[in-house]
């Protein structure tokens, strides 16, 4: 009995549908992907939240959060390398509520050096390098500048009563590579009443699009525009 081996153009058809059936499934698992980090970063950020309300309770309804010198875009500081202190969402860290490997600080799909969790400009856990910031891919809602004058510290801290169902953290939106090396088509965002939602880019992109590229620093700062994003957010 003669076996007849496969002829090439037999290989070649089996080949192309291959091909065609992992350019089909290729998006679709790239998509799921994503849905699966952006569940797991809406997660980190309850969970961050939850430690707002438990430092609140701790330190009479104070939250840190907030900016530095000037630039509402400058609010995702955990370490600020020239002070040698912790500032905002890093008060966290200091107390002792945020967990050693800081994990739940940063979005798993964010992929900006400046952002990603213990890339080589970006230091942890905080001073660990004393020439590095340390940053959060998380931005806090900018309420107070903890760095005016040349005094270090909020005048006030922000009272978590005082937020009602206010935005109080988000992915970092500073300008748009931040956006666009994470989630591309939107953020998720944590209300200071604890609850976490998805926020698609077009609703704020016109803003976004506003804000200049830091070079090196955001500079002129465009705290106005800032504004109105938080403000869009807290519609959502």
Not at 22 to 49: D, F, H, W, Y
Request: proline share 7%.
């Amino acid at each position: 009995m003669i076996r007849r081996g496969f002829t090439l153009i037999e290989l070649l058809v089996v080949v192309a549908i291959i091909a065609l059936l992992i350019a089909i499934l290729l998006p679709s698992l790239a998509k799921a992907r994503e849905t699966a980090k952006r569940a797991v970063c809406g997660s980190n950020q309850r969970q961050v939240m939850m430690l707002y309300v438990m430092y609140a309770q701790d330190y009479k309804n104070a939250v840190p959060i907030g900016y530095t010198s000037n630039q509402k875009q400058f609010n995702y500081l955990i370490w600020h390398r020239t002070e040698k202190k912790y500032i905002a969402m890093g008060f966290l860290y200091k107390t002792n509520l945020l967990p050693e490997d800081g994990r739940i600080a940063y979005c798993p799909s964010q992929e900006h050096d400046l952002f990603r969790q213990s890339s080589p400009v970006n230091a942890w856990p905080p001073a660990l390098a004393p020439t590095l910031h340390t940053r959060s891919s998380y931005a806090t809602r900018p309420t107070v500048d903890w760095f005016k004058t040349n005094s270090w510290g909020p005048p006030e801290f922000t009272r978590l009563a005082d937020l009602g169902r206010k935005t109080i953290l988000a992915d970092v939106f500073s300008w748009y590579e931040p956006v666009d090396t994470a989630h591309i088509e939107g953020v998720e965002v944590a209300k200071a009443d604890g609850s976490v939602t998805w926020v698609n880019r077009a609703i704020f992109e016109t803003e976004l699009n506003l804000i200049p590229t830091p070079s090196p620093g955001f500079f002129p700062a465009t705290n106005s525009t800032m504004d109105d994003i938080w403000e869009i957010l807290d519609r959502q």
